[in-house]
């Protein structure tokens, strides 16, 4: 804060520094002043992509505390004109993205693809376009990305675990199931749901013995796991 306002006050038209001051307003969750220094920036160069962006960042938690429609649609406006000014700014196609798919709108793959054109080997991207389809129940898309991400990083427990869920819950493929959360489990250890899950796939094979196993350690590694507690407890 102390160098942003030494260079202001050599240079008020420093938008490099009015970002900067709003940015670090914005970590201090002191919204109102973030706006008026990211506005003040906007003001001597409207053409800039990065206030619009964390102005979006900006209205979109508010949204989240407030479930505002307001603060949606200037989320929404913001991360777009974000991307009219920088059409490279893969981080507002990610969040145009998960704004949409959030509220159900299809146009939410429009964005993801728009930021993998710019970013292929995007975790992020590739992780909500498989999210994306598995909520829609396209299965063999929600597939294909996982894939993709374990091309990209092979050891990242999540898509082990989302292929794992799919398997146990709408194709109805046990052994499959179980293969996908101990793989999740092998490159995250600590990853409870995969062990509550696990469980869940060995009650349906009418294994109690490891079913109970397996509860008893998503429990272990988080006592406040309600769900598993509920399980355990249903088979003892």
């Known amino acids: 804060k102390y160098h942003y306002e030494y260079i202001l006050e050599r240079d008020s038209s420093n938008t490099g520094a009015l970002i900067g001051m709003g940015k670090l307003y914005a970590l201090l ?9 990211f506005n ?19 209205y979109r938690s508010d949204f989240y505390k407030t479930a505002r429609e307001e603060s949606w649609n200037l989320a929404v406006s913001s991360f777009q004109t974000a991307v009219e000014q920088d059409p490279d700014n893969y981080s507002a196609y990610v969040q145009l993205g998960v704004m949409y ?7 939410a793959l429009e964005y993801y693809n728009s930021a993998l054109d710019i970013y292929p080997e995007s ?8 999210m994306f389809y598995q ?7 929600a597939f294909e990305c ?3 991400l374990h091309i990209i990083d092979s050891t990242w427990a999540d898509p082990y675990y989302n292929e794992g869920y799919i ?6 493929e046990i052994d499959s199931a179980i293969f996908y959360f101990n793989k999740a489990i092998e490159f995250d250890p600590t990853f409870f749901q995969a062990y509550n899950n696990l469980g869940l ?23 406040d796991f309600q769900l598993a507690k509920d399980n355990l407890n249903r088979l003892q």
């Open 123 to 130: 975790i992020e991207a590739w992780y909500n376009k498989g």
């Open 167 to 172: 398997h146990l819950l709408v194709t109805e």
């Open 146 to 148: 996982y894939r993709t």
């Open 101 to 107: 798919d959030e509220v159900g709108d299809s146009s």
């Open 29 to 37: 969750d002191n919204s109102v002043t973030a706006l008026i220094y």
């Open 40 to 58: 003040e920036a906007l003001r001597i160069n409207p053409y800039l992509s990065e206030p619009y962006f964390m102005k979006g960042m900006l």
């Open 135 to 141: 909520n829609r129940n396209k299965i063999d898309q």
């Open 201 to 223: 796939a060995y009650e349906k094979k009418n294994d109690k013995t490891n079913a109970k196993f397996y509860y008893s350690k998503a429990v272990e590694i988080n006592p």
